[in-house]
Each structure stands twice: as C-alpha cells, then as structure tokens.
C-alpha cells in the first residue's frame, strides 16, 4: 500500500517502518524469516525464493488492500540507526472484504524470538490498529487465527475481539471487533499515549 508508504509510527518500545526492498534483500531479512516452518503455518503462507520475495514485496508495496510495516526494537535502532539489526517482526492490515471496504483483517508477528512474550507484539499491534483507525477509517476489524496459535488467541481477545466463525477445515478462529470512541480510546489509555507520526526516509547507508 503506498499511503504508508513515507510513515514512520514511533511508540515506547518498538518503531513501525513501510516494508522495503532492502528488508527482503539483507542477510537478517524477512526471507530469512519466513524459511521457518511455524511462521509459515501460523501466517498461512508458502516457502519462496528469495527473487519470489522480491516480487511479492513488490506486490504488497503496489496493492491498495494490503498495509505492511515492519516492527523495528527502538531501543537497537536508537543505538545503532541501522533498521535490519533491529527487525523483530511485522504487522499487516487486509482489506479484503468487498463489501465493506472500511473492513481490515488484522495480523502480527514477531519472528525474532529473542522479542517474544516482552510485549513488542502488543504494542505493535496497538499502534497498527490506532493507525488503521485514524489514517485509514477502519470501521471493523477482523483476525484469523490458528487453533493451535494460544498466545495470538489470548492477545486478540485481550484486545476484546470476539469469536465469530470457527473453521475445521482451516483450522482457525475468526474474531473480530467493531470500533467505536471508547475502544479507540481505550487502546490509547493501554500505550498510554505514547504514539507519534513522522515522515519515513530511506537513507543511502541502509540501501
């Protein structure tokens, strides 16, 4: 999507960035993630080469149903300024729903297990829902969740979604959460406020 594609979303402990080429290209990289058997089968996707990769980056750069940033650690880019040393994982919006555009498929991952169960995902999911709220007027959001994926199942109705359809054949929840003022208040009041927008520029250093 390119509406997000010049946004930086700064919070406490993690920072969102538009998905890059050279996040794909570098040797800690989303390709190298994503050769991991679990990540593929709790994010339903397929092993690819690394030029698939390429092509599939470029896709998601292109396509206006689908909202990709990549979740950097703060506290390793404020020191080293260097965003593949700090990538821990990433998070999507999905507009696939026709019939209701403002409808967004919410989905989250931090593939760096060193970052698991520190919260990262939950405040990276916090201010990908807040900006889906507030720059794309997302009315509804939905989330498909693996049977055996426990933690996202707690964190996603934690974040007071609600099941609505339970697959046997895909072997997932789906759940899914209306928005109003109190719960975009309320998703606020659990960063504490801490959320902030500035214009995202690729330096040649990271090229």
């Not at 010049?6 to 920072?15: D, E, F, H, L, Q």
């Not at 080469?49 to 390793?76: A, G, N, P, V, Y």
């Not at 991952?109 to 720059?135: C, F, H, P, Q, S």
């Not at 969740?145 to 996202?152: H, L, M």
């Amino acid at each position: 999507m390119k509406d997000n594609e010049a946004t930086r979303i700064i919070g406490s402990n993690v920072i969102l960035i538009p998905y890059k080429k050279k996040h794909v290209r570098r040797l800690v990289s989303y390709h190298e993630w994503m050769k991991s058997v679990e990540l593929q089968y709790f994010t339903g996707s397929e092993a690819l080469t690394l030029e698939e990769e390429f092509q599939m980056q470029q896709r998601w750069h292109q396509d206006q149903d689908k909202c990709t940033f990549i979740i950097l650690e703060k506290s390793i880019f404020s020191t080293t300024s260097n965003e593949i040393e700090a990538m821990i994982g990433d998070t999507n919006l999905f507009f696939n729903n026709l019939d209701d555009p403002k409808s967004a498929e919410a989905e989250i991952m931090i593939a760096d297990i060193a970052y698991r169960n520190k919260k990262r995902g939950w405040e990276a999911m916090i201010l990908m829902l807040l900006y889906g709220i507030d720059t794309l007027k997302v009315t509804t959001y939905t989330a498909k969740i693996k049977f055996s994926n426990e933690k996202s199942i707690k964190m996603f109705k934690k974040l007071k979604f609600e099941e609505i359809e339970k697959s046997q054949v895909f072997e997932e929840y789906t759940l899914e959460k209306n928005v109003n003022q109190e719960w975009r208040e309320w998703l606020y009041s659990e960063i504490m406020g801490v959320i902030s927008y500035d214009v995202y520029k690729e330096e040649e250093s990271c090229l």
